[in-house]
């Protein structure tokens, strides 16, 4: 659910924005285990995951 929502960020924003890559970097990558998931996936999105992304990636909604 959680890379479903993230990769719907760089759907909104173009797969290859800068800012939205530069983001993910600082909030998720550079952490490490560090962070725990959930933390880090709420500093890169802003907001708790939504389960919609992950629906519409598996054809289950559109």
Same mark, same amino acid.
């Given at each position: ?12 924003? $173009? ?16 952490? $490490? ?12 999105? $802003? /907001?708790? =995951?939504?389960? /919609? =992304?992950?629906?519409?990636?598996? $054809?289950?909604?559109?």
């Amino acid at each position: 659910m959680l890379a479903a929502d993230a990769f719907e960020a760089f759907e909104d924003a $173009g797969v290859f924005d800068s800012a939205t890559a530069a983001r993910f970097r600082d909030s998720i990558l550079s952490r $490490g285990g560090s962070l725990d998931a959930m933390d880090a996936f709420v500093n890169f999105r $802003g /907001r708790e =995951p939504d389960v /919609r =992304p992950l629906l519409k990636q598996t $054809g289950i909604a559109a």
